[in-house]
């Protein structure tokens, strides 16, 4: 399985600022997978972005993905309150691969 | 359109028994996969059954093991508990179908256990 690294590991912005995040990866990948856990629950999935797409977007939400160097970046832009949560990202080979994440990005937003 | 729904929600064991989660998955997937959480931690991979069979499987001991129902449902047993066994366990469907599973893993929202 792939394992992605999130970075950084800790992000305190304030209300109504972009917040972005990162993610590299090992190995060649089908797609990757961005989600968001608020404290103790289960991970929302937000959004998925193929091997052969640079940029997606979803609402307030643009990744980008870049092959070539097996990263990843997550942009929040105009943050919210909500937003508050930790962001895992998931590459992911294809079949029975498992989803190995890493410790993920905590973003905190201050009001 | 149902999610991924697991039970129960919380759980406490005491060291050495054995314990049973629950998983079914989004209408129209056909995979589970299982994960575990622990504190301060990200998702690690613990199996995945497809066709009522484990598929694949990450760095766990024999003491995890699970079950596909025709259904697609699915269960994870662990036997022996330890107390480096507390964690979210969280269960994630997708179709494998024809497209070897591409379209993304849907969470549950976990199951958690404490082992005391």
């Known amino acids: 399985s792939q394992q992605g690294e999130e970075d950084p590991q800790a992000l305190s912005i304030q209300e109504g600022e972009n917040a972005t995040m990162n993610c590299s990866y090992k190995?060649?990948?089908?797609?990757l997978q961005w989600y968001r856990q608020n404290s103790g629950r289960g991970l929302v999935h937000l959004i998925l972005i193929r091997s052969n797409e640079r940029e997606k977007h979803s609402g307030r939400l643009r990744v980008t993905l870049d092959t070539s160097k097996k990263s990843s970046s997550l942009l929040i832009t105009a943050s919210r309150a909500a937003d508050t949560a930790s962001y895992f990202c998931?590459?992911?080979?294809?079949?029975?691969?498992?989803?190995?994440f890493g410790k993920g990005t905590h973003l905190i937003i201050q009001p | 359109d149902a999610g991924v729904t697991q039970s129960p929600t919380h759980l406490i064991k005491t060291r050495g028994q054995q314990v049973t989660l629950r998983c079914s998955p989004k209408s129209g997937h056909d995979t589970v996969s299982w994960y575990q959480q622990a504190l301060g931690q990200g998702p690690q991979f613990i199996f995945q059954y497809y066709e009522e069979e484990e598929r694949q499987r990450g760095n766990f001991p024999d003491r995890f093991s699970g079950h596909q129902f025709p259904n697609y449902s699915s269960e994870l047993n662990v036997n022996a508990l330890l107390l480096g066994d507390s964690a979210l366990y969280l269960c994630?469907?997708?179709?494998?179908?024809?497209?070897?599973?591409?379209?993304?893993?849907?969470f549950g929202p976990g199951t958690r256990l404490t082992v005391t």
């Open positions: 994630a469907s997708s179709f494998m179908g024809t497209s070897g599973g591409i379209h993304g893993q849907y």
């Open positions: 998931g590459p992911f080979r294809g079949g029975a691969d498992g989803l190995t």
């Open positions: 190995t060649s990948i089908n797609n």
